[in-house]
């Protein structure tokens, strides 16, 4: 574990000497229903301090559902959802302290459209972690230097390339200091000459140690990043593995099939 970013995002290695530490985010038998639609099935999941989970599957198996039950976007039927030993609240300043400990990367960027890059990384902490401005500031401009965007901090976010915007939600989530962030989708919106520079930032952010769920079909980056892949299909985890193991040796029929059809 260097802290070096990533030289060569292509390269197979994978970050094979972080110690992982207790479990951070646990899920025990979570139960989701959207009406007729079981779409979380007695998911148990335990992701430990440091640890690179990348959960893949198809369109519709729960995946995004998943992301969004751990901080609290969506509510569960059952089942118990904890960050760091503590459940989510349901609603109030609490969550919003609690939220601020999972820091979510979503598909489409989600920045503030009327704010500069410099305001959407500034207005999170300071609003919910009370820091003074100069201190929000501070810490903005050292976050954007590490994904790569410095100089844009004073660009509204339609002056950005997709891939720029990512990397300033990438830098929105870690102001807040999060103990785990999630990625849903985070390259799939964008143009493929954009997707390395994303993917190559959170490949520095994993061998930093931090948390991650990833959802994502990259397999270049689960190998390289992830400790292990949970396959999701109709809203059960179907096979989780090693990297390695699940993309050369997959057990279950339905990763076999889903594997054939994106590789
Ligand atoms: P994935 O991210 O793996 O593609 P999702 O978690 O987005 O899957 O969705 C799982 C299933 O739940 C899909 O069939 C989807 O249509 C359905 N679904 C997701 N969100 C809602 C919602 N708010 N209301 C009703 N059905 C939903
Ligand atoms: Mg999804």
């Known amino acids: 574990t260097t802290g070096q970013p990533a030289a060569d995002s292509t390269a197979d290695a994978p970050t094979s000497d972080r110690a992982l530490g207790a479990p951070l985010v646990e899920l025990s038998r979570v139960n989701k229903h959207f009406g007729a639609l079981h779409v979380l099935q007695d998911i148990d999941l335990t992701v430990r301090k440091g640890e690179v989970l990348v959960v893949i599957g198809p369109s519709g198996s729960g995946k995004s559902t998943l992301c969004r039950a751990i901080n609290r976007?969506?509510?569960?039927?059952?089942?118990?959802?904890?960050?760091?030993?503590?459940?989510?609240?349901?609603?109030?300043?609490?969550?919003?302290?609690?939220?601020?400990?999972?820091?979510?990367?979503?598909?489409?960027?989600?920045?503030?459209?009327?704010?500069?890059?410099?305001?959407?990384?500034?207005?999170?902490?300071?609003?919910?972690?009370?820091?003074?401005?100069?201190?929000?500031?501070?810490?903005?401009?050292?976050?954007?230097?590490?994904?790569?965007?410095?100089?844009?901090?004073?660009k509204m976010p339609a002056q950005l390339s997709g891939g720029q915007q990512q990397r300033v939600a990438i830098a929105r989530a870690l102001a807040m200091q999060p103990k785990v962030m999630l990625f849903d989708e985070p390259t799939s919106a964008l143009d493929p000459e954009m997707v390395n520079e994303v993917l190559d930032a959170m490949v520095a952010l994993a061998q930093e140690g931090m948390t991650m769920i990833v959802v994502t079909h990259e397999m270049g980056f689960a190998r390289k990043a992830a400790d292990r892949v949970v396959f999701m299909a109709d809203g059960q985890i179907v096979e989780e593995a090693a990297p390695e193991e699940f993309f050369t040796a997959p057990k279950s029929e339905r990763a076999r099939d889903f594997l054939s059809k994106i590789l």
């Not at 003074?132 to 844009?152: I, M, P, T």
């Open 73 to 154: 976007l969506e509510t569960i039927d059952d089942g118990t959802i904890t960050v760091d030993g503590k459940t989510l609240p349901e609603e109030g300043k609490a969550l919003a302290q609690l939220r601020a400990e999972v820091g979510m990367v979503f598909q489409s960027f989600n920045l503030f459209a009327h704010k500069t890059v410099l305001d959407n990384v500034t207005l999170g902490p300071r609003k919910v972690r009370g820091l003074s401005k100069k201190d929000a500031e501070e810490q903005a401009r050292k976050l954007l230097d590490r994904v790569g965007v410095g100089n844009q901090a004073g």
